[in-house]
């Protein structure tokens, strides 16, 4: 990795142009996504940056594809029903499926677009055989620390293609032989060796097993311990742009300046507390993903805050927004407790507590984690004993969150409650001395594939690189979230 100092009169480098031509994947029925630009609409104020007005282009609703569907003469009874098509559940739905184990999925709408835009390390896809799920890809990632230092990142970064993903992970549910419901469940029921579920159209069916993939807001996995949640919020628009300055060989993994609020003193006072950051991927010269985002805050940041600063933020850079093609609010709990285990049903997604405490990153997470908790359900639904109940419930949430998986989540939670802590400035000389480690490190803390060992290695090794100022904030500011990550520990333990 290479440090470099700038100049604050030039905040960026020159453009360098690169060319990008989509793959077709072998599940598809479209063809390679190109993004419609509109040339009717414009900017409703003369101000740079003024996107606050403008309504993204109406956007297609689903896809087409051929699914397996529930046939309501054939019984209502299967081994594991799934709640939710999002890329937790399609992708556990098709690991299960191919045991041989019966699995019907549960969503209101399964063949609906997923609305999240998932930006993932390229190693992460290509070690699960999801190299093609990408619809752009970057050589290197910039940090840009302050106006005068930028890190470059040499790991490669893509976005991923959610129509590509979706259909690629449905294509092998289908060849699997998933059976799909489209509804949305209402009730989750328990007896002793069976569930069963209520759908709003009044269908009811019953499993062995419900694992529930419908997302953060689920009501049906119970905690027993207050959620006190972290929230990362985050306002993004894939837009057609007059022109940007950013480097079309480099995506924008995080952009802490705050030269943008010079003549915006209560949103500078403001960020100064509780900082945001630019996430930007530049697909050409004139179309661009930018997001605002607010990294953890506790309670969440507010979503109109945000919002003013990305303005201001567009405005100082000179960008000009000419249409929005498509916009998402993002609002995801990081950290709390986990789920009470083990219980009747089972989570993978956002309800199970697999997001990145520290860095809210999930998708890939997930869909790597899908296969080891198939594997759990396949050693009990698949074999001849067909153990089920309570040691069911044991097993397959002792395969999700085995002691060492919840121990090293303490790790990332206790970055997060530190990260909590910190100021502007605070934040950025923890992320100069982050990106400052061996890559194994840095690599694989955002990636969660450490050892305990690895982590305390890494805690070390930040230390030593942590300026000054920033081992002061470690000294005074660490102690508390230090002490609760180690009684936690503790607890895990015994």
């Known amino acids: 990795m290479e440090t470099i100092t700038r100049p604050s009169s030039s905040p960026l480098l020159p453009i360098y142009q690169t060319t990008y031509t989509p793959s077709i994947s072998p599940f598809l029925k479209c063809k390679p996504k190109t993004y419609r630009r509109n040339v009717n609409q414009t900017v409703q104020s003369s101000k ?51 045991y041989g184990i019966q699995v019907c999925c549960v969503d209101p709408s399964p063949l609906s677009i997923w609305p999240n835009n998932y930006g993932v390390w390229v190693d992460e896809f290509e070690t699960m055989g999801l190299q093609d799920c990408f619809d752009k890809t970057w050589p290197m990632s910039s940090v840009h620390i302050n106006e005068q230092k930028t890190k470059y990142l040499n790991r490669p970064y893509g976005r991923v293609d959610r129509e590509k993903l979706k259909m690629k992970l449905l294509g092998g549910c289908v060849w699997n032989g998933v059976v799909f419901h489209k509804a949305k469940v209402w009730k989750v029921d328990h007896q002793e060796f069976e569930s069963s579920i209520l759908c709003d159209d009044g269908k009811e069916f019953k499993a062995s097993l419900i694992v529930d993939a419908s997302g953060f807001a689920s009501t049906f996995v119970d905690y027993d311990k207050p959620r006190n949640h972290g929230y990362q919020l985050a306002h993004g628009i894939l837009a057609e742009v007059d022109s940007h300055p950013f480097e079309l060989d480099k995506m924008v993994l995080m ?27 530049p697909f050409d010269s004139n179309l661009i993903f930018l997001e605002e985002t607010s990294l953890v805050s506790r ?23 000419k249409s929005i093609i498509e916009d998402e609010k993002c609002l995801i709990p990081m950290g709390g407790p986990l789920p009470r285990t083990p219980q009747d049903v089972v989570a993978i997604g956002g309800s199970s507590g697999i997001v990145h405490p520290s860095t809210g990153y999930m998708v890939a997470r997930t869909l790597a984690l899908a296969p080891v908790l198939a594997d759990a359900i396949a050693e009990c639904l698949g074999s001849t004993r067909m153990i089920r109940g309570t040691s069911l419930y044991y097993r397959v949430w002792n395969g999700l969150w085995p002691i060492e998986r919840k121990c090293i989540r303490e790790f990332y939670s206790f970055g997060m409650e530190t990260l909590l802590k910190l100021d502007l400035n605070g934040t950025r000389n923890f992320f100069d001395a982050f990106f400052d480690l061996d890559p194994h490190y840095w690599h694989g803390f955002l990636s969660s594939r450490l050892s305990l060992k690895e982590l305390a290695m890494l805690s070390l090794s930040l230390f030593g690189h942590a300026s000054n100022s920033s081992k002061m904030d470690i000294v005074t500011k660490c102690p508390a979230p230090l002490v609760k990550m180690l009684g936690n520990l503790a607890v895990e333990t015994i």
């Open 255 to 281: 952009d802490w300046r705050d030269s943008h609020l010079g003549n915006e003193p209560s949103l500078r006072s403001n960020n100064s507390k509780s900082p945001t950051f630019l996430y930007a991927m």
């Open 48 to 98: 740079y940056g003024n996107f606050l007005d403008l309504k993204p282009q109406p956007k297609q609703e689903s896809m087409e594809f051929d699914l397996s569907w529930y046939d309501p003469s054939r019984r209502s009874r299967f081994d594991v029903i799934v709640i939710g098509a999002g890329p937790a559940g399609l992708r556990l739905a098709e690991r299960v499926a191919g």
């Open 299 to 321: 309670p969440a940041l507010s979503y109109k805050e945000v919002k003013m600063r990305m303005a201001a933020r567009l405005r100082h850079l000179g960008i000009r927004v």
